[in-house]
Structures are given as C-alpha cells and as structure tokens.
C-alpha cells in the first residue's frame, strides 16, 4: 500500500475573486470548462454577498430494507437534493432584485429609480459561477447549470447591519445528471 502524506499545502480557505464572484445568466448559456476558462459576457455580477460566504448543502436521503430479524440490510437511496445558500448585499443592483424577484418583475436602475413587483410568480431558472481564490492563489470556480431561487428568508431593515436578500438557490440536473461542478486549478503554469 502506497504512504500516505499529509499535506498543509492542501488545505484551503476561499475568498471572492476581486471584480466579482456570483454571476448569473440565462439557462443554456455557454459554461466554462474550467476554472480559468473566461466566462460567457451573458453573465451578469451579482456583487457582493455578505461574510457569511457560501453555502452548500448536498444532501442525500436514504431508507432502510430490514430483514426479518432487524438487520439492515441494505439502505437505497430515495432522493438528493443540492441546494446554495447566500446573501447578497448589494441590494441597488437590478440584477441581484432580477434573481431574487424575478426578471419580468424588476425594471429601472438606481439613478432612473427601480420598481420591484412582488407577487406569485414562479422565478426563472438560470445559470451561475461562482469564482473563488483558494490559499496560494489556486483558483475554484462552482458552476450551477440550472439553478433557482426557491427560498428568500426574511429581511431585516437596521441602522447597524447591510440589508440583504438571504437566498437558496436549487440546483437541478443537467442533461448528463449533474447538478452542479466543481473546478480547482493553479492559474501559474
């Protein structure tokens, strides 16, 4: 058996790469590849999210099949669900009130003033990249191919904090079954 080595080297923190780190754009808009890999110009900067980072939650729910006697004997798996959780808080961005309130019903920019319908309406799917800096200056890109919003938690409005719109986004399958990618790569050959 070959020896295994730990490693420092290998353990990483992620910070957002500076000019943006959460992008959005129509579903079946050309994704990279890779993690260096320049990202199509129809995704659009969702800004800064708030210093709780990123979340993901990738869970998988199983049963159990007992056999007679009680012994577990095998335990299949029912269903998996891969879902983000943010905050962003550059809540004057049309495109970050787009993802959260849905594209048909947010109109106007900061200066002309910005109208924000809320209502019933199922909100779109779309594509996202996040892109991250590792310790060393490695890079991480996650790449959701269909995701939407399906969660917006409540907003608080207070003197001391950034208002901001908590969100969990879903990730579903693509065509070949993934919900979602991942890409580490160095950027120095």
């Known amino acids: 058996m070959a020896e295994v080595v730990n490693n420092a080297a290998n353990v990483s923190t992620g910070k957002p790469k500076v000019g943006g780190a959460f992008f959005r754009a129509p579903l079946k808009t050309a994704l990279p590849a890779n993690a260096l890999e320049k990202i199509d110009e129809a995704f659009k900067n969702l800004g800064y999210i708030s210093d709780n980072g990123l979340g993901n939650t990738n869970e998988r729910d ?109 990730a579903y399958p693509d065509t070949t079954g993934n919900t979602h990618y991942e890409y580490m790569q160095s950027p120095n050959e």
């Open 62 to 170: 199983v049963g159990e099949i007992k056999a007679w006697g009680g012994d577990v004997v095998a335990k299949p798996q029912k269903s998996k669900k891969d879902e983000f959780e943010l905050t962003f808080i550059e809540i004057k961005n049309p495109e970050v009130c787009k993802v959260v309130f849905g594209d048909s019903n947010v109109s106007g920019d900061i200066k002309t003033g910005i109208t924000i319908k809320v209502n019933a309406k199922e909100l779109p799917h779309g594509s996202f990249v996040v892109d991250m800096i590792m310790s060393g200056g490695d890079l991480k890109r996650v790449i959701i191919p269909d995701g939407q919003v399906i969660k917006i938690a409540e907003v608080n409005y207070k003197d001391d904090d950034a208002i901001g719109y908590k969100v969990t986004i879903a």
